[in-house]
């Protein structure tokens, strides 16, 4: 006869266990973020302070990376001309996965003061998937420190998960990008 | 050779690896008060190393990635000939222990030449010319500290670690710090030249050549070359406290005297620039290499020893 003591162990299928190690590696991952600074616009002239002592970000395990390899985030601050968006897609393509992005200030979120600008995109959203925005026109440095104390919450409840809907909709993306600088034929090595 | 030498060798590494993380760590929160911040946690080094490993990572080739493994391999093997003080040292045999200083240094070249070789597999620019540097630096930091190495081994009159230890520790011999000035003072800067520290950190130099060999890592491999280089700061540091400061009878001392170097090398790090690298050959030959042939003719020829 079997003891009733105890409830019998249930048995965790696979998908199960791999949430929980994704937990595992979610805490990690949420308290060394770094960070990758894609600095064009303005908004990049408040980074420093946020950076050093006065508001710290190493205190909660964030600091500057030199590669898109090593990073975590991709900080956009400020406006993307055509010119530099191209190189911000191969910038995020290359970073390795989970990866989030941030967007600084207005321009990102609808073009800033530069929404008519024939060569400033207004929206990043339709090109590489944004995560988190921090708005202002600049952000000072306490809502800069806010945005990323709401990508960590965010990693948390499983809700930034911007890589995820890049690999779904590759598609729209891509078609986007071409829509807006147009196919380009590389001729060097790997292309021949 | 039993088994349990491998294990107590293998335990040596891994108390390396979590005692130099822990420490790197706090160092860095240490640097942090320093700069008038809060710092990091103390356990952050261990965060980021997991949250490398917890990341997916590209390949670009097999070197790549086998290169990093056999520099991570060479390196555990040889934190494992590492005596920790004069009894907690894994490989020993009636009396006979196996940790010549020129182990440590035949050895130390595995993961260095791992690491160069998978550096260059990534293909990146960056990557050579770090590689470059490193092994430039390498080069001349090596001669300084070999002929004060050579110079210990000349006066104590053998090779083993644990052996300098004890010529030290006897009734009437002083540290070879206090023993040899002037030698103490040159390995100590060639410590500097060996843990990439700021004056000579030009091969990394994260602002210049984006972090130099490391510069196409991301995951996995860089996690894997973040327990490399923490493993090898601990053998180089504890090299450093064997021949210079005595070794230690206890495990406790060995902590204490392993801190201060670490902690010391590091706060002049913090205050320091970033040399360009014939700087760096220049400065080596210069003042270093200068003093290092001082001592060692004092200590040859005249035998002024304190």
């Known amino acids: 006869m079997l003891s009733t003591k105890f409830t019998p162990k249930t048995k965790l299928t696979k998908a199960e266990i791999d949430r929980k190690w994704w937990e595992v590696g979610d805490y990690f991952r949420r308290n060394s973020l770094w960070l990758l600074m894609y600095c064009t616009g303005c908004c990049a002239i408040e ?69 008519d600008s024939h060569a ?29 104390v709401d990508l960590m919450e965010g990693i948390k409840n499983k809700t930034m998960n911007g890589w995820k809907r890049y690999h ?12 807006s600088l147009g196919e380009v034929i590389v001729h060097d090595e790997f292309h021949q | 050779m039993t088994i349990v030498n491998f294990l107590i060798g293998i335990g040596i590494a891994l108390f390396g690896f ?15 008060r320093m ?23 590209v390949s670009h080739g097999w070197i790549f990635d086998f290169g990093v493994i056999m520099a991570l391999g060479g390196i555990v093997g040889t934190a494992m000939f590492m005596p920790l003080t004069k009894d907690i040292l894994a490989f020993t045999n009636n009396g006979v222990n196996y940790d010549n200083f020129f182990i440590f240094v035949y050895l130390l070249a595995v993961g260095m030449l791992g690491m160069a070789m998978s550096a260059s ?20 930091y090596e001669v300084p500290f070999l002929i004060v190495v050579l110079t210990i081994i000349n006066y104590s009159g053998q090779s083993s670690l644990t052996g300098i230890m004890e010529f030290q520790q006897m009734a009437g011999n002083n ?61 180089e540091v504890s090299l450093f406290v064997h021949l210079f400061l005595g070794g230690a ?17 590091n706060l002049i790090s913090n205050v320091n620039g970033r040399f360009k690298i014939d700087q760096v050959v220049t400065f080596f030959y210069k003042w270093p290499l200068l003093m290092a042939v001082t001592q060692a003719v004092i200590v040859i020829y005249f035998g002024w020893v304190i």
């Open chain 1, 47 to 115: 980074l420093p302070p946020s950076m050093t002592s006065a508001y710290d970000m190493e205190r909660l395990g964030m600091g500057p990376m030199a590669t898109p390899r090593q990073a975590d985030i991709l900080l956009v601050s400020g406006y993307l001309s055509l010119k530099t968006l191209r190189r911000l897609i191969y910038t995020y393509e290359q970073m390795s996965e989970p990866k989030y992005v941030v967007a600084l200030g207005s321009c990102p979120i609808n073009g800033g003061i530069y929404h």
């Open chain 1, 120 to 148: 400033v995109i207004n929206q990043l959203d339709q090109y590489v998937p944004v995560d988190v925005y921090v708005a202002g026109c600049m952000p000072n440095p306490e809502s800069v420190l806010n945005g990323f």
């Open chain 1, 168 to 179: 779904e909709h590759y598609e729209w993306y891509k078609e986007n990008q071409k829509n």
């Open chain 2, 18 to 32: 979590v005692l130099q993380t822990s420490i790197g760590g706090i160092n860095r929160k240490i640097v942090g």
């Open chain 2, 35 to 57: 700069q008038k911040r809060h710092g990091p946690r103390w356990y952050q080094e261990f965060l980021d190393i997991f949250k490398l490993l917890s990341k997916r990572a």
């Open chain 2, 121 to 140: 597999g990534s293909g990146n620019p960056w990557a050579s010319i770090g590689v470059m540097r490193a092994l430039t630096t390498m080069l001349a």
């Open chain 2, 175 to 235: 540290w070879f710090l206090i023993a040899m000035p002037l030698g103490g003072i040159v390995g100590f800067i060639c410590l500097m030249g060996m843990l990439g520290k700021k004056p000579f950190e030009t091969y990394i130099a994260p602002a210049e050549i984006a972090s130099g060999p490391m510069v196409e890592y991301g995951g996995k491999q860089l996690g894997m070359l973040f327990i490399l280089h923490e493993i090898s700061v601990f053998i």
């Open chain 2, 249 to 265: 009878a206890n495990i406790f001392e060995f902590l204490i005297k392993y801190f201060a170097v670490y902690t010391l090398a």
